[in-house]
Each structure stands twice: as C-alpha cells, then as structure tokens.
C-alpha cells in the first residue's frame, strides 16, 4: 500500500508525504506574529498542517477521519486552483490543536487516510471524477462544505464542468436526498473547472446517488479520452 | 473536418464532443432541487450544456450562432481558469428552453461551430492569442461581454497578457472602433494571464482591427518560442 | 549570462524578452480609450509593459530595481495564476512615465535585473521555493506588498502551500523582523498553492530570516520530488 512516508528529511516539523504531492507538517509552537496573521485561536498553540498540489476532497474527507480520531479542530481550509494543471484543487488545511502530539496525531490520521480517499477519483487526459461518501460527517466536512454533523455525506465533482451538472442531475434523481451545495467554475470553487455537488440524508439514498453519478460520470468522461482509471482503490 | 463527435456512449443526455475537450449535454427535465441551485428561470424545464476545459471565446462565438438559430436562451456562462495548464480559460455554457429538441438543437450548432471559431485561435509553448469576428452580434455574445446586440463584435486575446496589452492598443488605433470592454490577470478574467478587449462599431472597422491586432500579436508571441499556429483554419 | 534577448521582431514597442516567458514592450503613445480603460494617470502618455507565464516576485523585485534607476512609476501590477501548469503566478506589471525613453528603460532594467531575481527560485516536479532579498525597498516593492520604503525587504514563498507555511514560521523565529503581510491559497494570491510572508526589518535580520526559510524548505520540498534546483544562480 502507498502509504504515507516518513523519509526523515531531519526535520521536527516534518510529519510524512503521501499521494496527491501531499506533505503533512506540525508547529509545537506557532510564533506570535505568524499565529496573529493566520486567525488561530488563540488556545491553540500548535498547529498540524496537510498541503497537497493534488486534491482537497479527498484531504478533507481524511482530515474528517482525523477530527475524529483526535483532539483537534479544523482551523481552516483552503482552495488553491491547482492539480499541477488539471481541472480541479490543491489545498491547505490546518488543524490547530493545544497539545503537538494531538496535531502530529491528526496529521497522521489524514495522510493514512488519502488512500482510501483517493480511491473515487478517477482521472484520464480530458478531467477527473471524484466521488466521496461517509455514512457520517464530522467537523471537517462540515466546515468545509457546510454539511450536518453526524449525518451520511456525499460529494459528487466532475470535470470538466458540464460533465458535474450532469452528474448532480443524476445524483438528485437517484434518491431522496437533500442538496447541502452546489458549487461552479464562478461559484464556491476558486476558479476550477468543475462541478461539484453536495448531498446529505439516509446514508443508504446518499450512497445510491453518489454511486449513480459515478456511473454516469465515467461513461462521460471516456468520451473525450481514454478510460479514466481511479488512482487507488474505489472504495464506495 | 474535425466536426462534433457522437459515438454514442449509451446515454440519452450526450449530445456529443469537440475540439478543446468540449462536450455536449442536454438534460430534459432538470431535477427541481438542481434548477434552484443553478438560479434557472422557471420557464426552462430543458438545458443545453457546453463544457471545455480548453477556451471559452471559441464556445461563445459558436453558442451565439446556436441562439440565432434556435429557440433557447444563454442562461449562464462561467469561466474556469484552466487551459490544461495554459494561460487562459476554460468554460461551462448553459441554455435554456422550454422544449428538449430545442437544447438540443443548440448544443448541436454550438459543437458543429466549434471547428470555425478555433480558426484564429494561435498557440505556442509561451502562450496564445485568440481573434474572434462576427458582423452582428447575439445574445451569448450580449451576456458573456456586454456588447451591443446586432453590430459588429470583435474579441482579441494575447497571452502572455503583455502581448494583450498591445495587441489592444494597436486595435484601437487602427480603425474607428469603440472599446466594450478591457480585461487582464486581475479584472474581468479568472486570473487568467490574458488581456483582452472587446470591441464593437462597423463591421468593416471591427474586423481592420481585429487583424491588425492578429500581425502585431503573432509577431510578439513569436519572440517567445517557435512559431504560433493556428488550431484550426483561421476564418477572419 | 542568460540576458534580455531583443532578437528584433520589426516592431517599435519591443524591446526583449527574458526568463519566465517574460516579454518587455513599450507604447509611446497610449490611445485615449485604452489609457482610460487602464485607469492609468493622465501625466503619463508612454507605458512600460512587462509579462511573464512564469514567476510574479521576481519580476517585482526587477522592476524594484528599475523605478530606482529610471524617472517612472508603477502603475498597476496583476497577478495572474499562472506558471504554466506550476503553483503560482504569472505576471503583468506597468510602468507609467512621460517620456517613452524613460518607459523604455525601466523595462530594459527589469529584464536585465531578471537574471539574479530568479536565482533563489527552486523548482522541481512538486513545487517550488522562492526566496528574494533587499537592502532597500523601492517603489515595486512597496506598490506590489505594502512594504515600507527605504527599509530592508524579503519575500519568503512556499509550494505547495503547507511547506510556506512552516517556511513563514521559521523566518519569523530565526530574527526579529516585522511582518509585512501573509498571504495563503484564498487570502492575498490569486488562488496559486503558496503561502508568502513578507517581512522588513533591520539588514542583516531579514536576510537571516530568509536564510533561514530557504533552508528549511529546500529540505521540506525534497522530501516529495527529486531535489530542487535553482534557477539561475543564488544570490542571497
């Protein structure tokens, strides 16, 4: 398995890497000024840190995973136009946290976590698919895409565009689920070329839908290029 | 001719694909929960859809021809910062109609058109420059740059946006046309490293300017890497 | 020594290119509605023109170099996001001045300036670093920043977003500098995956500062891809 890796570069701060060019850091102590220019709260002296050229959904839903399984708080996410020229996202989360260990801990959690997150996503020449589901959303998924706590969660992404409002159509058809967000080039993303829709409600509709629009999404996509492959394993 | 492509992937939404990884859709009765999200007008149960990772004034010449040819409406036109990792945009086209055959019909021009409006599309390792003419202007062209419905249009883009910047001068000075519109990196473009500017007046005025800024243009982009070439055949 | 080029491309308004894609070019007399639409100063009939694909501080820090040795201004400076398919921005900044000579020469010093200005930009298949470093801010410099004039500057630029941010935190520990401003993926870029902190300060305590986030990110940059190289040459 293409887990994180801990090469050691000599570096405290220095957690692991792992798919998607995603480095995962920590502060013990974020310097006052630093800490000032960023918003932290201020009960937060350190802080973990995940950022990746490739990808926000599928850190998000790791960084979900990691709220989770820690003591920590989802400080920020950010959207970078990125994918080292594709379609879609780059991103930085930072989770803040009173204790270092808790921060190195969530930031464990996430980058163990992006293999299996990075499994519905599926990519080829002309745009990528992605696809998440969680039968329960935490903190994460809720700050970043405004969804209930506690409840079953679904995200839907195609690109280029055209192909995602298909895919929401779809998903929405599906099943009786409730639309949390919709978000376009010029709405909710930062530029990207993507459709993305959100969707909550009874975890055995959200699964349907989301598996619904992946089955529509591929064939799609495989018209403009060759197969689009998933980069791991799906895992929905 | 590299015309719209159908190979039919089995879905009844896919109308077809074309150059610039553009793909066709249409959605005959859009789901209500997704027509809010998207602000449609109530009117519209139909959607034609265009999306491209590669261009947006290419697609919008070609759906303003698609709205002078059928009964639909330009609903929204977004732009992604995209490009495949090229300086310019991509691009989510919607229409409207009250009927299926209609869309339809729209998104069918739209991808027919496409081959014509990459003609003065010029590209090298550096960046690109675009040329667009129309001698009456429609209602993509009204929605998408606020040009004047009816008269003379005239789109040009240079890329790096320093080219732009003097392709625009030069097009101004060159006949006796007035300025809709002028973008760059920060206004009016997605970040995109153009700029651009939108000109109307006599058709014969519009299109002396629109070539005088093509020479002066292919003459500076060529200062940058090999020869520009045009993706299609140029049409002005 | 990798200069200007001015390989004469038979147009008057250019006057060379350089590393990044960068391209220099003047207009003599900018036309009236193009003037307006540029909401440049009326003083100022002649324009400098600098673009590039590539790099946004180092061309900052070259025309930095160029307002002090020439009677203009900087007029605007954009930010595209761009680096052709890399994490960050492209270019396109503005020189006003009265005199078409003095428009000239400003561009001229920029790209000639170009040379050193990349020498602490490191790249590689993940990201990139950039690191830049004056004794005394000028006018650029403070127009692009917000940096006081007159005082020491450094630019201190992470990619992906998360290597930046300990990059800035490493800094801000290493000596007593004052930080100018902070700038992540959605606050202060153009959605480009870096994190940037500017500081001024006493000498010798800002370049400490960016001595020190160099070296700490060269190794954390290295951890994801083959080692980073410099552009050009470290200057440092």
Redesign the interface.
Known sequence: AKGP?A?G???T??VG?AIG?T???V?AN??A??HE??NLDKKYRS?G?????TGAGPQIMAADEAVKATNTEIVTI?????T????GH???I?FGAEEVSDARRAVEVTLKELNRTFGDVYAND??HLELQYTARASYAIEKAFGAPLGKAFGLIVGA????G??M??TA??TANV??V??A????G???????I?MITGDSGAVRQSVIAARE?GL??L????APAQPVTVPYI
Do not use: H, Q, W
Request: glycine share 10%; hydrophobic share 50%; charged share 20%.
């Open positions: 890796k090469a570069c000599g570096i701060e220095f890497t060019d480095i995962g850091l502060i974020v310097d000024a630093i220019k960023m802080i840190i995940i950022g990746a050229r950010e959207l970078a136009r990125d080292k020229g594709g379609a780059g991103c930085l930072i002309a745009g280029p565009a055209a192909i409002v298909l929401a159509d929405v058809k409730e639309v967000a919709y376009s080039p010029a709405k993303t930062s530029f990207s070329n993507e459709v829709i529509i064939k799609l495989n018209t403009l290029a």
